[in-house]
């Protein structure tokens, strides 16, 4: 089936310092979303791309989906405390309408 | 608006018991529903997803299984745990309108089974 990877596993970086998450995957995705996760919460989401080579900023976050459409990343710019927690990919099985989550990007900022 | 409640939000739980967890849904009429498991510091592997009442696809031959008996409510169940099936449970909901991709998490039930 789908595999999404996601590298790297865990970044830990000082505060105001950036940090990118890259999402990569084998066969050509149909839709990239991105949601966080708070430690001890749910995984709430953040961005949808669906276009090939499509950028969409969201404050300090800028998302991007790769031209082919194997790949997509997540940059932070200027990290804060609150940007800390568990950064996930998922990309949308059309035929099920269920996602398929790469492994996650534990992020921790040190104040 | 919409919500999504999940309970229990902790069970602990011996090895063999029967497990049901239960998830609703407001504010939205037949919603695609979805459960998924995540174990400590990994991802989500999705278990279950119905996309109406009594319509269940199961991802993952194992022990638990899923109900859909009215249009809002998933329960997630079990005869008997294991060790393995502990986790972090969470229930989903996506609008069935094709375009509307996004998934809505419940707050999750943390289960150690012992």
């Known amino acids: 089936g789908q595999q999404v990877m996601q590298i790297p596993q865990y970044q830990h970086v000082q505060e105001g310092e950036d940090f990118t998450t890259y999402c990569n995957s084998s066969?050509?995705?149909?839709?990239i979303q991105w949601y966080k996760q708070r430690p001890g919460g749910h995984p709430v989401f953040l961005i949808q791309?669906?276009?090939?080579?499509e950028v969409k900023k969201q404050k300090r976050l800028t998302f991007q989906f790769g031209e082919a459409k194997k790949n997509s990343s997540l940059h932070i710019t200027a990290t804060q405390t609150t940007d800390v927690g568990t950064y996930f990919c998922?990309?949308?099985?059309?035929?099920?309408?269920?996602?398929?989550f790469g492994s996650g990007t534990r992020l921790q900022v040190q104040p | 608006s919409q919500t999504i409640h999940q309970w229990p939000a902790t069970l602990v739980q011996p090895v063999g018991s029967p497990l049901s967890l239960e998830c609703t849904v407001e504010?939205?009429?037949?919603?695609?529903l979805y459960w998924y498991r995540q174990a400590a510091g990994r991802g989500l592997q999705l278990l279950f997803y119905?996309?109406?009442?009594?319509?269940i696809s199961s991802e993952v031959p194992q022990n638990l299984s899923a109900s859909r008996p009215q249009d809002r409510q998933f329960i997630l169940s079990s005869k008997k745990l294991l060790l393995s099936d502990s986790g972090f449970y969470l229930c989903?909901?996506?609008?069935?309108?094709?375009?509307?991709?996004?998934?809505?998490f419940g707050p999750g039930t943390r289960l150690l089974v012992l």
């Open positions: 989903a909901w996506r609008s069935p309108t094709i375009l509307k991709e996004t998934q809505y």
């Open positions: 066969t050509t995705l149909s839709n």
């Open positions: 791309l669906v276009k090939s080579g």
């Open positions: 998922a990309d949308m099985d059309t035929g099920r309408r269920a996602l398929t």
């Open positions: 504010g939205t009429s037949n919603p695609n």
């Open positions: 119905s996309v109406g009442i009594g319509q």
